[in-house]
């Protein structure tokens, strides 16, 4: 059974400093005061507007596999398909922030208002990001709770595009959530609308099981940095 959450724009709320950094500029250099008040701008919109929710679903290890396998396109070493066999739990899911903020976004570059657009479309994908590390957060203390996981034990999100995981895979994960989970919809092309949207699985286990190396030639540095940062902080 999929269970649905929502939560406050305003507890899922990007720093200025966040903003900055993904625009590429150093919060700490003196030039950042001239780009600090757009970003506060756009961060009262997303704190009026934005509006996350998403779904989660447990699945067994034989349904992901299934789910997982897509439509044959993955690649051939995956850091995923060494993890999930041994997990104590899974569950897929989905976020979004609503289509108020896509349509808001779109609407600024309609406009030519470039500058609070980008700055807009920063925030919204920041908070994308907030949502979903919160959806991992309330997902792990739902299984703790019940004791569907050991005290040790620790949550990490996957999703179709990264890890080696084909995009194609969404198909198979929104046709389990059943149709449109919190809203979203499946484009024929695998990208979903709205578009500060993210699925995938949550994978829960011992931190020593989501520890993989460097070595998946797909990765590229940034794209290690960042996970590698998550596994860190388990």
Not at 191 to 217: C, N, W
């Amino acid at each position: 059974m999929a269970l649905n959450y929502e939560w406050s724009a305003e507890k899922l709320l990007p720093r200025p400093e966040d903003l900055l950094r993904a625009q590429g500029v150093d919060p700490a250099h003196k030039a950042a005061e001239s780009f600090r008040g757009l970003a506060e701008e756009a961060l009262e919109i997303y704190a009026r507007i934005a509006k996350p929710c998403g779904v989660f679903q447990e699945v067994s290890l034989k349904e992901f596999a299934e789910i997982y396998s897509g439509e044959g396109q993955n690649a051939e070493e995956s850091p995923l398909a060494e993890i999930f066999p041994r997990a104590e739990a899974l569950a897929l899911f989905a976020i979004t922030l609503g289509p108020e903020i896509v349509a808001h976004i779109a609407a600024l570059f309609d406009a030519a208002d470039f500058p609070l657009a980008a700055m807009l479309d920063t925030a919204a994908s920041e908070g994308t990001e907030l949502a979903a590390g919160r959806m991992q957060h309330d997902v792990e203390n739902h299984w703790m709770e019940r004791k569907r996981i050991s005290n040790a034990a620790r949550g990490l999100r996957y999703s179709p595009g990264y890890c080696g995981w084909h995009v194609s895979s969404q198909k198979k994960l929104f046709a389990a959530l059943g149709p449109d989970p919190a809203g979203i919809k499946l484009r024929d092309s695998c990208l979903m609308e709205p578009l500060k949207s993210v699925s995938g699985v949550i994978v829960a286990g011992p931190p020593s099981i989501q520890d993989f190396g460097d070595a998946h030639p797909f990765f590229v540095d940034s794209q290690m940095r960042y996970f590698r940062e998550r596994i860190l902080c388990l």
